[in-house]
């Protein structure tokens, strides 16, 4: 079983910097990681998946890099909307094994 | 747009039963892979099933094997949840996901419903 972990567990950020997020896993998963942005009240939604494509409508501002069992999210220049928890997941297709890390927390 | 909506969540007994339902609107149901995803604040976000376009195929995270089904009517274009047996760390809120697709390749879930919410206590 894969383990996801991510740190920090909380970032307090300021509008405008620039924020790097981590995720750890247990064992390599390759590129096969997504990452997702969850405010409150809202489910997720998916930012970055294969570890560095951004999906469909997100900012450029958000940028993710990594293989392996390292990752990290960017976010270049943080605006208001943005502060929210942020999640990585482990994908395996077939059969399939999604695994969520426990999320990072960006407040002000 | 994409639309899914969840419904039949409630407060059931330990042992008891309940089913969820996912209407899909927005795209083409049957041409997708479809799967549940609940969340409790302290486990966090954790996958529950996911399963193949027909519905023939599905597989489960082991917690919930041989207590939840997950079945689908493409005709209906509508997903659901059996959850039998029910026990307390059931508790969550479920949604319905949807991939993201990209020449057939799972890229993610690109889609998620608002979430019901499941409560198990006596």
């Known amino acids: ?108 | 747009q994409v639309q899914l909506v969840e419904s039949g969540g409630g407060l059931v007994r330990p042992g008891g039963s309940l089913r969820l339902s996912c209407a899909a609107s927005g795209f083409i149901f049957s041409d997708f892979y479809m799967g549940w995803v609940r969340q409790t604040p302290d486990k966090g976000l954790e996958w529950i099933s996911y399963g193949n376009k027909g519905g023939d195929v599905v597989y489960y995270t082991e917690s919930v094997k041989g207590r939840f089904a997950m079945s689908r009517d493409n005709a209906g274009n509508s997903l659901y949840l059996q959850m039998n047996n029910l026990r307390p760390d059931d508790t969550a809120v479920y949604y319905c996901v949807r991939p993201l697709t990209i020449t057939n390749l799972y890229c993610g879930f690109d889609s998620w419903g608002q979430g019901t919410r499941v409560i198990v206590s006596s």
Do not use: H
């Open chain 1, 1 to 108: 079983e894969i383990v996801m972990t991510q740190s920090p567990a909380t970032l307090s950020v300021s509008p405008g910097e620039r924020v790097t997020l981590s995720c750890r896993a247990s064992q390599s998963v390759t590129r096969s990681l997504a990452w997702y942005q969850q405010k409150p009240g809202q489910p997720p939604r998916l930012l970055i998946y294969a570890a560095s494509s951004r999906a469909p409508g997100v900012p450029a501002r958000f940028s993710g890099s990594g293989s392996g069992t390292e990752f990290t999210l960017t976010i270049s220049s943080l605006q208001s909307e943005d502060y929210a928890v942020y999640y990585c997941q482990n994908y395996y297709i077939w059969p399939p094994e999604f695994t969520f890390g426990p999320g990072s927390k960006v407040d002000i």
